[in-house]
């Protein structure tokens, strides 16, 4: 039986966590960057009954894990411009004194955990949470990118008035007839 805690925060592990990121963003893809109604969170919810081995969910509970989900990835995103804090990204861990780490933490409490263990799913948290980015039908981070397009896009060089593309090592003028 899955742990549960007091209230209404139930033990979400990894995979939980995963399942209802790829879920809200599918949801904010195809919505334009709508947050699911709470008609959609009750659906959501009976599917994870199961998952939570019987213990009642409801669009309530998936709307505070929304909601406090939002708050960590926010601090995170403060974490990464705060002075004073490092960051490893090879362990996925801040890097910083103890002092530094409490003042940090005395401001975003809900972010205690990502000192040792590193934000999961950092795409999918910034497909779902960052609102700079593109959503809808042409909106993609590296998770959803097309397998066959690079990160810029389908870049072409623009043609300058002779015919060539500037930069190319061979760049040939052409001549006219006379």
Known sequence: MPRKASGDHYFWDAAKE???LLQLDEYMQCSGGKNPPKAILELWAVQFNAEFGGVPVYGMTLYQKKERMKKI???????QTQTGLGYDSTTDRVVCSDEAWHNFIAVHKECNHLRYKGLRNKELYFNVFDKNHAA????YGSVTMPANSTPYGDYSPMMDEYGTQPGLEDDVTPTTGA
């Open 136 to 139: 809808g039908t042409s909106g």
């Open 18 to 20: 995963r399942k209802f």
């Open 73 to 79: 990835y926010n601090g995170w995103k403060a974490l």
